[in-house]
Nanobody
Framework: QVHQVESGGGLVQTGGSLTLSCATS????????TGWFRQAPGKEREFVAA????????YYADAVKGRFTISRDNAENTVYLQMNSLKPEDTATYYC????????????????WGKGTQVTVSS
């Protein structure tokens, strides 16, 4: 089992920045990729970004490319999501998820999920 706890959410104005953290524990030796997803009220959960724990390559949804940066600290077992130039449409609950075998953006490819952290961007 792998456990994640997200933190760093909050209220920010349009154009502001936030950094989310995903603290991971348990069988971290099993982790292949960690991803960030988000879900706005009334909408489906969607992929934001993901990063490999082995080679470190990362990939992003088009909606956040150039504004968000995902990174990891393997020694601290923590994955970060630096969010810049935030927009009201970025308002959502942000979830961290890990998998043991999958590369991609599909929710079903991720096995272990955190409970989320709320990000609200005011206009």
């Amino acid at each position: 089992q792998v456990h994640q706890v997200e933190s760093g959410g909050g209220l920010v104005q349009t154009g502001g920045s936030l950094t989310l953290s995903c603290a991971t524990s348990g069988r971290t030796d099993m982790i292949y990729h960690t991803g960030w997803f988000r879900q706005a009220p009334g909408k489906e959960r969607e992929f934001v970004a993901a990063i490999s724990w082995t080679v470190g390559n990362s990939y992003y949804a088009d909606a956040v490319k150039g504004r968000f940066t995902i990174s990891r600290d393997n020694a601290e077992n923590t994955v970060y999501l630096q969010m810049n130039s935030l927009k009201p449409e970025d308002t959502a609950t942000y979830y961290c998820a890990t998998n043991t075998y999958y590369t991609g953006s599909y929710l079903r490819g991720y096995d272990f999920w955190g409970k989320g952290t709320q990000v609200t961007v005011s206009s």
